[in-house]
């Protein structure tokens, strides 16, 4: 029999970005918050302390700081007529473990979509007609504006610290930002870092083309600043050492620099490490929560932590897991398109193309996270999709984050993998190689998909999380548009040597190679209970004591990195708890 804890008002299941801001919320509106994290504690001091924190082997190479599939891992498959398998070595995605999430590990890359992302389906529908979204794609509208939005996303932007400059301020359009943008009542707070010189170099050919080059947007510090909870940040040092690693000198946007010192002063929020939830336990009539159990780790024995209101932070993958092993919504049926939760599971699409310069120094080892310019002329509201022939849009770039000598070690096609050669070829070419890439969206298909997989479980019994997901052609053909016009760029620059790195048609989902942890969908929010398991404000429809946060909510994957999303949303949802469901807690829609 588990033992049981004694009641709180709030019970928060995740400790990271959405986890830190609705503890914060909560906690100052007076209730008591206890938040449960599956891994250890993270803070700045000691675990993130110089030099241990930047180890590329232990951090960039082995992931100390990533969840072990041994913990907890999920099961691939390409299609339905498939057999997932467990994923045993984190690649395509890393997931973060402990106090502060992947919020640790990330670059910093932070931005908002671009309101035609957030009703995606009315602006296909009016700008072209229906008829061009193919039969399979289940693409929608978001029950909420940009305009809605807007101030939330500007507060996120506020606590984390980000840096950048803004190019359209209440629809006046402002040169050196991104003219593609949604407006902003304000600029950042920060201007943006200085430039390495790839990036001027990539501006320059982009600008002599007519493209509209700024620099990239994102949670690293350009200078000292100072939050409305009162946590200081200092200005990055380019070490090169964001993603993969915390930072340790404050610099990078993350939960710990930004929120947590703040909200762990707080006399009513506390929080328990090595504590897995391993499911909500629900009232006698189902439609309500009544807390948690979760798994004590120190103990050994499990934990009935009530509540009467529930909280889950954690991320996308274990949100929709905990939702489906809760019986919080319908689970999804890709048969029959019926049930809602697992549905419209995403993920993000990229492609690159290497420039090598015998006589360009680029010094990679002077990198930060954001580093880089962009041009977002290929973005969602800047295509015809009408006349390309598909649905989409991408972000170009050149970054230059890092020049760690085990993950970024750049050489011309064709050269040896060790030896002699190898070695030369480092020799001739370590720093003279720059790179530009894109980022793109993913559209939601009726087979891609989340749910429990039948066969393989966890360490407690608990079946393991199942994702179905594969390239759709609308991609690839996105995909092949972007590379043309990344490849006309990088000729402009007459490299001595170049080559890509992109998906063909016939290309296949690879869980191995690492792309981005930018996983999306399976709680999506929706304007009806039949068409996602979460309303407009991140409230479960059939049970309302429950709210989920995180890139689960996403009802088709944008082009952009998703925290900024993340983050507006989790504040928009924190005001409505505060505003309208506190006072008169049941359904807010």
């Known amino acids: 029999m588990a033992r049981q804890e ?10 990271g970005w959405t986890g830190a801001i609705l503890g914060m919320e909560l906690a100052s509106e007076g209730l008591e918050v206890l938040a449960l994290e599956r891994g250890p504690d993270r803070r700045t001091v000691p675990e993130m302390r110089y030099p241990q924190m930047i180890d590329e082997l232990s951090q960039g190479e082995r992931h100390k700081m990533m969840l072990r599939p041994a913990q907890s891992t999920v099961t691939f498959r390409r299609n339905l007529s498939e057999t997932a398998l467990p994923i045993r070595k984190w690649g395509s995605f890393l997931l973060g473990n402990g106090v502060g999430g992947s919020g640790v ?17 009315s602006y296909i529908t009016e700008r072209w007609n229906a008829g061009i979204i193919p039969e399979d ?88 600043y100072v939050n409305e909870y009162g946590m200081q940040m200092g200005a990055c040092n380019f070490c090169g050492f964001c993603e993969r690693y915390g930072c340790y000198q404050y610099s990078k946007s993350s939960p710990q620099t930004t929120i947590l010192a703040a909200l762990f002063r707080k006399p009513n929020f506390s ?43 954690a991320y996308q993958i274990e949100n929709v897991r905990l939702m489906l092993l809760s019986g919080i919504g319908q689970p999804y049926d890709p048969a029959t398109g019926e049930g809602v939760t697992g549905k419209n599971y995403g993920y993000q699409i990229t492609g690159s193309t290497s420039l090598f310069f015998r006589n360009e120094h680029f010094n990679p080892f002077v990198g930060s996270g954001i580093n880089g310019m962009c041009i977002d002329d290929f973005g969602m509201n800047a295509i015809d999709f009408g006349a390309e022939g598909f649905i989409g849009g991408a972000y170009i770039s050149s970054a230059q984050t890092n020049g760690q000598p085990i993950r970024n070690m750049p050489l011309p096609e064709g ?9 030369a070829a480092i020799a001739e070419w370590y720093g003279h190689e720059m790179n530009i890439s894109h980022h793109g969206s993913v559209m939601s298909y009726r087979d891609h998909y989340c749910d429990l997989d039948p066969t393989y479980r966890d360490r407690h019994g608990r079946p393991l999380m199942r994702i179905t997901f594969n390239w759709h052609a609308n991609e690839l053909r996105l995909n092949a548009f972007l590379q043309e016009k990344i490849e006309a760029l990088a000729r402009s620059m007459q490299p001595d040597l170049m080559h890509g790195d992109y998906k063909d048609e016939e290309s296949l989902y690879d869980i191995r190679p690492y ?23 991140l409230q479960a429809w059939d049970k309302h004591n429950v709210f989920v946060m995180g890139a689960g909510a996403f009802v088709q994957n944008t082009q952009y990195n998703p925290t900024g999303l993340v983050g507006g949303l989790a504040y928009w949802a924190a005001d409505a708890i505060r505003k309208q469901y506190l006072p008169n807690p049941g359904p807010l829609v």
Do not use: C
């Open 105 to 121: 590990h990330w670059n910093g890359q932070n931005w908002r979509p671009q309101p035609e992302e957030l009703r995606l389906r």
């Open 271 to 313: 929080y328990r490490t090595g504590a897995e939830v391993l499911r909500v336990e629900m009232a006698t009539d189902g439609r309500t929560a009544t807390g948690v159990t979760y798994y004590d780790e120190a103990a050994g024995e499990e934990v009935f932590q009530p509540a009467d209101l529930v909280i889950l932070a």
């Open 515 to 537: 792309q981005t942890t930018h996983n999306t969908g399976g709680s999506i929010m929706s304007a009806t209970p039949d068409g996602g398991p979460l309303n407009r404000y």
């Open 137 to 224: 794609m289940t693409i929608a509208d978001y029950p909420v504006t940009y305009d809605e939005l807007e101030p939330f996303f500007d507060r996120f932007e506020r606590v984390a610290g980000i840096s950048g400059i803004a190019g359209n301020i209440r629809g006046e359009i402002r040169d050196g930002g991104n003219p593609y943008e949604g407006w902003r009542s304000r600029d950042y707070p920060m201007p943006p870092l200085p430039m390495t010189w790839n990036g001027v170099k990539f501006a320059e050919a982009a600008k002599a083309m007519g493209y509209h080059p700024f620099p990239r947007p994102g949670g690293n510090a350009s200078t000292s």
């Open 415 to 423: 050269t040896p993998e060790w030896g002699a050669r190898w070695k």
């Open 6 to 15: 004694t009641k709180k008002d709030a019970v928060i299941v995740g400790l």
